[in-house]
């Protein structure tokens, strides 16, 4: 009996796809039902079906999926197998949304909120999307060409795997019905999307959201619906506005990390950039990685490279250990970008480019750190596949350049980021900063350093570039910054006249310091 249940289902299944082929000249009616089925199968081991099934693929991802899962796994690779089976059943919108249900979960569990909303962001793009292409929904007045792109500004990943094909277009029953696939539900959905950017403390992802909301709601008339938009838009920019400007929002941090050896598999010599959650340290990141994959891949050798550099491959068994690089980067930006990314979010959200600089000197030394005038830079900017944070806390660094900074451009560069310490300092006007800043910049011990700098790189013998005026104009700006930072101070110290000494020492040194660059500046 059950090997006749077993023919029987398989020829239905057949069956299905042949009439689905010979009516519609595709299968996507056919797909969409298997699909939504088979998420509702207790265990998947115990599907069978032929390997010139049509089906086949579908199953054999979710049965790798299952396998998978059950062995023991980082949190960043399960999270992409979750990625992987929800868009294996995107033939049925249903069953995607109901697998990226749980990959929201899963982020919200673990705490990296950020991944959490992009997921959010993404489950409201694929059912705005297909309500509105089977004509459920409403979108044209938006003016967009497609529904799920009112979203892929905030998720970029929209672009890519939110998209309902043309032949997409139809309504039979199982397809786009289930409860998230009606107005009401998108719009809670909306309405929640907010709530947990308040709760996340990323208001500034509630306040983009609601901005697209509520045209939606205002288009159908549900004003109560739209109040409450309001409200959640009102709290975002409150809660904003009381933020002081130099609290750190702790948006997490980025790290590139880097696989070798032969017991990684596939992952072997592949690299990744890491989003980490609030504060947490490279020594964390680090030791996470290491006691992880010494535990997963035993008796085999974990060891961790902590040079930052180009590693020689050459130099490492990978054959018998494996190697985890970990290095801290920062974001990357364009000069354009820079002038259009003012805010901590800004700077935080919708990254593709990270960099990390690895000091250097040429020669036979082979030191990394020397005098201000053999001291170079080099500078290894990563791009990844898509922008972070995304709905993965991972992704992949598909590229990789180099650009060596000559000793004078790092001299201006440190100078340059000196000058924004202190320009931010005064705008914050954060006293005690300021009071340490100008100790590091005027006191007599460290006049050697600016002084040195300017006598090096701007005597009339040297070789003149375009940085030798940067750096004049930056000595220049560089005075004027601490005279305005001192004329701060002596106020304040009035309030705090146990200071008065040390007031009277900076104006000393900010003295001795104009005298002695007046003749390079």
């Given at each position: 009996?059950?090997?006749?249940?077993?023919?029987?289902?398989?020829?239905?299944?057949?069956?299905?796809?042949?009439?689905?082929?010979?009516?519609?000249?595709?299968?996507?009616?056919?797909?969409?039902?298997?699909?939504?089925?088979?998420?509702?199968?207790?265990?998947?081991?115990?599907?069978?079906?032929?390997?010139?099934?049509?089906?086949?693929?579908?199953?054999?991802?979710?049965?790798?999926?299952?396998?998978?899962?059950?062995?023991?796994?980082?949190?960043?690779?399960?999270?992409?197998?979750?990625?992987?089976?929800?868009?294996?059943?995107?033939?049925?919108?249903?069953?995607?949304?109901?697998?990226?249900?749980?990959?929201?979960?899963?982020?919200?569990?673990?705490?990296?909120?950020?991944?959490?909303?992009?997921?959010?962001?993404?489950?409201?793009?694929?059912?705005?999307?297909?309500?509105?292409?089977?004509?459920?929904?409403?979108?044209?007045?938006?003016?967009?060409?497609?529904?799920?792109?009112?979203?892929?500004?905030?998720?970029?990943?929209?672009?890519?795997?939110?998209?309902?094909?043309?032949?997409?277009?139809?309504?039979?029953?199982?397809?786009?019905?289930?409860?998230?696939?009606?107005?009401?539900?998108?719009?809670?959905?909306?309405?929640?999307?907010?709530?947990?950017?308040?709760?996340?403390?990323?208001?500034?992802?509630?306040?983009?959201?609601?901005?697209?909301?509520?045209?939606?709601?205002?288009?159908?008339?549900?004003?109560?619906?739209?109040?409450?938009?309001?409200?959640?838009?009102?709290?975002?920019?409150?809660?904003?506005?009381?933020?002081?400007?130099?609290?750190?929002?702790?948006?997490?941090?980025?790290?590139?990390?880097?696989?070798?050896?032969?017991?990684?598999?596939?992952?072997?010599?592949?690299?990744?950039?890491?989003?980490?959650?609030?504060?947490?340290?490279?020594?964390?990141?680090?030791k996470r990685l290491t006691d992880f994959y010494s535990d997963l891949l035993q008796p085999t050798v974990i060891e961790l490279i902590k040079e930052a550099g180009t590693v020689d491959i050459s130099s490492l068994d990978l054959e018998n250990k494996g190697y985890i690089q970990v290095t801290f980067v920062?974001?990357?930006?364009?000069?354009?970008?820079?002038?259009?990314?003012?805010?901590?979010?800004?700077?935080?959200?919708?990254?593709?480019?990270?960099?990390?600089?690895?000091?250097?000197?040429?020669?036979?030394?082979?030191?990394?750190?020397?005098?201000?005038?053999?001291?170079?830079?080099?500078?290894?900017?990563?791009?990844?596949?898509?922008?972070?944070?995304?709905?993965?806390?991972?992704?992949?660094?598909?590229?990789?350049?180099?650009?060596?900074?000559?000793?004078?451009?790092?001299?201006?560069?440190?100078?340059?980021?000196?000058?924004?310490?202190?320009?931010?300092?005064?705008?914050?006007?954060?006293?005690?900063?300021?009071?340490?800043?100008?100790?590091?910049?005027?006191?007599?011990?460290?006049?050697?350093?600016?002084?040195?700098?300017?006598?090096?790189?701007?005597?009339?013998?040297?070789e003149k570039s375009k940085y030798t005026e940067k750096l004049k104009k930056a000595f220049n700006l560089f005075l004027k910054v601490n005279e305005k930072a001192l004329d701060m101070h002596s106020k304040w110290v009035t309030d705090h006249p146990e200071f008065a000494p040390l007031q009277h020492e900076?104006?000393?040194?900010?003295?001795?310091?104009?005298?002695?660059?007046?003749?390079?500046?």
């Open positions: 009996d059950s090997i006749e249940s077993l023919l029987f289902c398989l020829n239905f299944l057949k069956t299905l796809f042949e009439v689905d082929m010979k009516n519609f000249n595709n299968i996507r009616r056919s797909m969409s039902i298997c699909c939504r089925s088979i998420l509702s199968v207790m265990n998947i081991k115990d599907v069978t079906i032929f390997e010139d099934s049509l089906f086949y693929p579908v199953v054999r991802r979710l049965k790798d999926y299952e396998q998978k899962r059950k062995e023991k796994i980082s949190e960043e690779h399960l999270a992409e197998l979750k990625i992987e089976r929800a868009m294996t059943l995107i033939h049925s919108p249903d069953a995607a949304i109901q697998c990226i249900d749980s990959l929201i979960s899963f982020h919200q569990e673990n705490e990296y909120y950020a991944e959490e909303l992009q997921t959010r962001i993404f489950k409201i793009a694929i059912g705005f999307e297909y309500l509105g292409c089977t004509g459920k929904m409403d979108y044209k007045y938006l003016n967009i060409e497609r529904p799920s792109l009112l979203f892929a500004d905030e998720c970029p990943l929209i672009k890519e795997y939110v998209r309902c094909p043309p032949d997409g277009m139809f309504t039979i029953p199982s397809y786009c019905d289930s409860p998230p696939f009606s107005e009401r539900s998108l719009l809670c959905d909306m309405l929640h999307l907010i709530t947990r950017a308040i709760e996340s403390k990323l208001f500034e992802i509630g306040v983009k959201m609601a901005d697209k909301f509520w045209p939606i709601m205002e288009h159908h008339n549900m004003y109560s619906l739209g109040a409450k938009v309001f409200q959640g838009f009102t709290r975002c920019y409150r809660e904003m506005a009381s933020i002081p400007i130099e609290v750190d929002r702790l948006f997490g941090r980025y790290y590139r990390i880097s696989f070798y050896g032969k017991c990684f598999e596939d992952k072997d010599r592949t690299c990744y950039i890491y989003r980490e959650k609030k504060l947490t340290h490279l020594f964390e990141v680090s920062e974001p990357s930006f364009q000069k354009s970008e820079k002038n259009q990314r003012f805010t901590p979010y800004e700077r935080n959200h919708l990254l593709k480019n990270f960099f990390f600089d690895t000091p250097f000197t040429k020669g036979d030394s082979g030191k990394a750190q020397s005098t201000i005038d053999q001291q170079w830079i080099r500078r290894t900017v990563l791009t990844v596949e898509q922008e972070m944070p995304s709905i993965s806390k991972r992704a992949k660094i598909i590229k990789e350049t180099e650009k060596e900074f000559a000793p004078i451009r790092v001299a201006y560069r440190q100078l340059r980021d000196r000058i924004t310490l202190l320009e931010n300092a005064i705008n914050q006007a954060d006293y005690r900063n300021i009071q340490q800043l100008l100790h590091g910049s005027l006191l007599v011990q460290v006049n050697e350093g600016p002084s040195r700098m300017a006598e090096l790189f701007l005597a009339e013998n040297n900076l104006e000393s040194g900010l003295l001795s310091l104009v005298e002695k660059l007046s003749k390079w500046i």
